[in-house]
């Protein structure tokens, strides 16, 4: 896997046989290949959380608007986001703040929650999300080098 690379070209006659990049320092690659996937983004589908009464603020990472909620997902009063609706950062994070939001949900029920560690999932969040977050930050700036490369 080749990560912060400039994509130069694909090549191929009738279709894709290799793709051709260049690293940061400059050095030129060309990996044979017979597919090639290109991501455009994410845009979480979020109208619910809209209707919902929910307050949105610009993501500057994401570059979108996004709900603002608190750390357990919750954005208004009975409206409560998880997965991407909360924050984009795949299956992992879809799980944590899911668990997150049921808490929330259990809470304002009055509803008694135990055996649920939520700082341990706030930990494991801030890490995906973190990590989530990284390649898209480099995306963001002056930097040319913001894609990956993988055989």
């Keep these: 896997m080749h990560h ?12 894709v046989e ?5 690293k940061q320092g400059g050095d030129e690659v060309t990996l044979p290949c017979d597919a090639v996937a290109v991501g455009f983004g994410l845009k979480p589908e979020t109208q619910l959380a809209e209707l919902g009464g929910a307050e949105f603020r610009y993501d500057a990472v994401f ?4 709900p603002f909620c608190d750390a357990d997902g919750r ?4 409206v409560f986001v998880a997965g991407d ?4 950062g795949g299956a992992q994070a879809a799980a944590l703040t899911g668990a997150l939001a049921a808490c929330a ?11 649920v560690d939520r700082a341990r999932l706030q930990r494991q969040l801030a890490r995906a999300a973190a990590f989530s977050a990284r390649p898209r930050a480099r995306v963001r700036g002056a930097n040319q080098y913001a894609r990956t490369a993988c055989r």
């Design 105 to 115: 949900v259990l809470d304002d029920l009055k509803i008694a929650v135990t055996g």
């Design 75 to 78: 954005c208004a009063e009975g």
């Design 85 to 88: 609706g909360a924050t984009i």
């Design 18 to 22: 290799a793709v051709r990049f260049r």
């Design 63 to 66: 570059r979108q608007w996004l």
């Design 4 to 15: 912060g690379v400039e994509l130069r070209a694909f090549e191929g006659t009738d279709s």
